[in-house]
């Protein structure tokens, strides 16, 4: 049995991947209710929460091989690989960001503390480092849908953001066969350095009609996140994400993605045509 530990972006990718080739999977959700497309998939629902290590030993039950992909919460994380340490599991497959104990960004310094529990917990494990999500993208959709236009404090910086799909990919290559990747770090990526200009230009061909980047200021910029919803913690730490995109922290791609998955990984002209409908009037 696989085990996933949420049914995010890329946690329920990766259990349709597996459910689909015939592996046994279950995955960790708070509302099974809410997930009955999985359940009609084939992947076993486990209600249980992240913050209730009593479910969490529970979920573990038969498990080889688990897949940690949650919120860079230390508690929760450490608690399901303290749980999987006593149940026995035999690789776990952890999504991560550019984690490091000094890093601005309080959610890299979260990610970093997991790896070094996960290290010392003796778990042989792969950690999968993937860039920017091509997905971050899509809560900027209602403003290109309505205006054409949009507002970001990442100046001329590059990304090599990576389409979540190909990390739910990656880790459904890993998490069934760990053997020959255990002890390994992969950066995954998409196959290009991307700017918000580059962004601008691809949505212009796709959608056929003038999308605009505006440049705003960081400040501009996480009371923008704020206005949009966000909670100003996580607004706070997504502006700063943004300033060092800006000043090409994120400017890197790796071959990662198309050696593990056997494929190019996902160009951010092909997600956006994917997501088309998500960028126009239309769906607005
Ligand atoms: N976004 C990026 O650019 C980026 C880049 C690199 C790495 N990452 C990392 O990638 C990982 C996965 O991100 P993602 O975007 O796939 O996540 P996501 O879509 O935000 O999904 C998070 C999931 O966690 C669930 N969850 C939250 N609290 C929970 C709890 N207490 N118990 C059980 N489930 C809980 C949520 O369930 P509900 O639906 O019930 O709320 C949701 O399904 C994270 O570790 C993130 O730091 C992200």
Excluded: C
């Excluded at 309505?146 to 953001?161: L, P, Q, V, Y």
């Excluded at 580059?198 to 910029?221: C, K, P, S, Y």
């Excluded at 593990?260 to 002209?269: E, K, L, Q, V, W």
């Amino acid at each position: 049995m696989i085990l996933v530990t949420t049914a995010g972006k890329v946690g329920a990718h990766t259990a349709r991947i597996l459910a689909s080739a015939g592996q046994p999977v279950r995955v960790i959700v708070r509302s099974p209710e809410a997930h009955q497309d999985l359940a009609a998939a084939g992947i076993e629902l486990f209600r249980g929460n992240l913050d209730q290590p009593d479910s969490i030993a529970e979920a573990l039950a038969d498990v080889q091989s688990a897949v940690l992909v949650s919120p860079a919460v230390p508690a929760q994380e450490i608690a399901v690989i303290d749980a999987a340490r006593k149940a026995g599991v035999a690789h776990v497959t952890k999504i991560t960001s550019d984690a490091a104990p000094d890093s601005p960004i309080q959610r890299r310094r979260d990610h970093y503390r997991i790896e070094v529990a996960l290290a010392e917990s003796g778990i042989p494990h792969t950690l999968l480092r993937a860039n920017a999500y091509m997905q971050n993208l899509l809560a900027l959709a209602p403003a290109i849908a309505a205006n054409s236009e949009f507002t970001s404090s990442t100046g001329d910086g590059r990304i090599g953001m990576v389409d979540a799909r190909d990390v739910a990919t990656v880790a459904a290559v890993i998490a069934p066969s760990p053997a020959e990747h255990a002890g390994k770090t992969y950066r995954l990526s998409g196959p290009a350095r991307v700017s918000y200009d580059d962004v601008a230009d691809q949505l212009t061909t796709i959608l056929g009609r003038t999308i605009t980047h505006r440049r705003i200021t960081t400040e501009e910029q996480e009371a923008a996140m704020v206005e949009l919803g966000l909670p100003t913690p996580v607004a706070h730490a997504n502006a700063q994400a943004l300033e060092l995109f800006a000043h090409g922290d994120s400017d890197w791609t790796s071959p990662d993605v198309e050696r593990i998955a056997g494929r190019p990984a996902t160009s951010f002209s092909l997600f956006a045509t994917d997501h088309a409908g998500r960028f126009s009037r239309a769906d607005a």
